[in-house]
């Protein structure tokens, strides 16, 4: 989860001992790098969840689409 609900552009998987771009060794598993934090509006990232929770009819993934719409409005809607 991020503060406005939306997911960064890219996500790097670390691996012990590789070289991340000078990111900390005292991390998380998944790093959002600084350049990648940003936010495409990306539909298919809903599509997949719509297919998903057809597919396997857990609530879970239509329910994370939902807050990733909301966040959507929240965040990202402009004037005009």
């Known amino acids: 989860d991020t503060d406005t609900g939306l ?3 890219i996500s790097h998987f670390t691996q012990p001992g590789a070289d991340d ?5 005292n991390r998380e598993d998944i790093v959002v790098k600084p350049a990648d934090a940003h ?3 990306r539909p298919e990232t809903v ?3 719509y297919y998903l929770w057809k597919l396997t009819g857990e609530d879970q993934h239509r ?5 990733l719409f909301l966040a959507w409005e929240r965040e990202c809607r402009v004037e005009g």
């Open 7 to 9: 997911a960064p552009e």
């Open 21 to 25: 771009g000078g990111v900390d060794d």
């Open 39 to 41: 936010h495409n509006l």
């Open 47 to 49: 599509e997949t969840l």
């Open 63 to 67: 329910e994370a689409a939902w807050r």
